[in-house]
């Protein structure tokens, strides 16, 4: 584990998405129990993000100030983004790509009955700012 000690706090935050791409007609989805699947998913991420220092080794534990999963369905997938901030002295970016990977393991959970090929694109991380290495992402303005 990173001895973070000696570092300051500072305002962090990460932004992360993925593709859950399925064949399913997702038309369905907009009756009542797609609804409560998409809403179970959201909270599934959001839970998954406050969970991360249990589920990946020598991830330190954080206290967040907000996390905002987005699940919104298009042609033949589910997009999920996930939005983690944080006032602490290590990054967010594990528990934003938490936050998307268990929101998108829902969306299989949910779709396993009507698509059990349906598969997880595309998951990583769009943006990270704040503390020492500054921002960076796919999203960022970078050379990368």
């Known amino acids: 584990m990173v001895n973070v000690a000696r570092k300051r706090p500072t305002h962090r935050q990460a932004l ?5 791409r399925t064949t ?7 009756n ?3 609804v409560e699947a998409l809403h179970s998913a959201r909270l599934a991420g959001i839970h998954g993000a406050k969970q991360t220092s249990n589920l990946i080794p ?6 967040l100030n907000q996390v905002n999963v987005e699940v919104n369905v298009t042609a033949g997938a589910i997009e999920i983004s996930a939005a983690v901030d944080a006032t602490q002295r290590t ?8 936050a998307c990977a268990v929101a998108a ?12 090929l349906a598969q997880i694109d595309g998951l990583g991380l769009d943006l990270k700012t704040g503390g020492k290495s500054g921002d960076w992402g796919r999203l960022a303005d970078t050379t990368r």
């Not at 399913?24 to 907009?30: E, H, I, P, Q, R």
């Not at 020598?58 to 206290?63: A, G, R, T």
């Not at 970016?93 to 938490?98: I, P, R, Y």
């Not at 393991?105 to 779709?111: E, G, M, Q, R, Y």
Request: proline content about 5%.
């Open 16 to 20: 992360a998405s993925c593709v859950v």
């Open 24 to 30: 399913a007609d997702l038309t369905g989805l907009a």
């Open 32 to 34: 009542s129990e797609g």
């Open 58 to 63: 020598l991830c330190h534990p954080i206290s």
């Open 91 to 98: 990054g967010v970016e594990m528990e934003a790509l938490t």
């Open 105 to 116: 393991l829902a969306i299989l959970n949910a779709l396993s009955h009507v698509d059990p």
